[in-house]
């Protein structure tokens, strides 16, 4: 167990609707980091956030977006669900923005898109 | 663009031999290295880390860096079944975005 939690576990959308997923870092982490892994791929980054400002960007679209709170917890808001977006969605926390910090990831959200 | 590269498997060995996973990375500014190791249907926990060239041993797993080869590469010595998962490289290429390659997928043969 890493400390990481998220929620929920399991979600089922339908096309065209948005999703809020939430994640709590662990105690001492000041830094979150989304990811998307769809079956049989790596996770992909989606966004970092530090000290509650967004501190990087990968390859997604606009219609993904998120927000880290004073208590450093975060959410991953997808608005226009699409089919593709059906996937394990990973949150992962770190002590800080260093280069050398270790992501510890919680155990996911899967999103069905339907 | 970013790439991290894995034999995507699968990769099969017998219990109690040596396992071996390759990793390339596009970036030569790279400085950390790590291995996560996921099981079907959970979400990836840390292996161990690696940031010098050289060899770097936990119990039974050893990583292996190369930044002039831009090669990384995990050990696993006496293989047991509980092994069997799929093995994800990740590279930190800036702050803390990791970009990680597909995963090899190891099966230990009992």
């Known amino acids: 167990e890493t400390g990481v939690t998220q929620s929920p576990t399991h979600l089922i959308k339908t096309r065209g609707q948005q999703v809020t997923l939430r994640c709590s870092s662990q105690?001492?982490?000041?830094?979150v980091s989304w990811y998307q892994q769809a079956l049989g791929q790596g996770p992909q980054f989606i966004f970092q956030?530090?000290?509650?400002?967004?501190?990087g960007r990968g390859n997604f679209p606009p219609r993904f977006s998120g927000l880290q709170f004073p208590n450093y917890s975060s959410e991953l808001n997808v608005n226009a669900l699409e089919l593709d977006d059906s996937a394990l969605y990973l949150c992962?926390?770190?002590?800080?923005?260093?280069?050398?910090?270790?992501?510890?990831f919680g155990p996911g959200t899967r999103l069905l898109v339907l | 663009q970013k790439e991290v590269e894995q034999n995507s498997g699968p990769l099969s060995v017998p219990e109690g031999a040596i396992a071996s996973l390759n990793c390339t990375y596009s970036?030569?500014?790279?400085?950390?290295f790590f291995w996560y190791r996921q099981y079907s249907g959970k979400s990836p926990e840390l292996i161990m880390s690696?940031?010098?060239?050289g060899d770097k041993e936990d119990g039974r797993f050893t990583a292996q860096l190369n930044k002039a080869s831009q090669y990384v590469s995990l050990l696993i010595r006496d293989s047991q079944p509980s092994d069997s998962a799929t093995y994800l490289c990740?590279?930190?290429?800036?702050?803390?975005?990791?970009?990680f390659g597909t995963g090899t997928s190891l099966t230990v043969i009992p």
């Open positions: 956030y530090y000290r509650e400002e967004e501190n």
């Open positions: 990740a590279v930190n290429f800036l702050s803390n975005q990791f970009y």
């Open positions: 690696i940031y010098s060239n």
């Open positions: 970036d030569r500014g790279s400085q950390s």
């Open positions: 992962a926390s770190s002590r800080d923005g260093g280069r050398q910090e270790t992501q510890y």
């Open positions: 105690s001492g982490h000041n830094t």
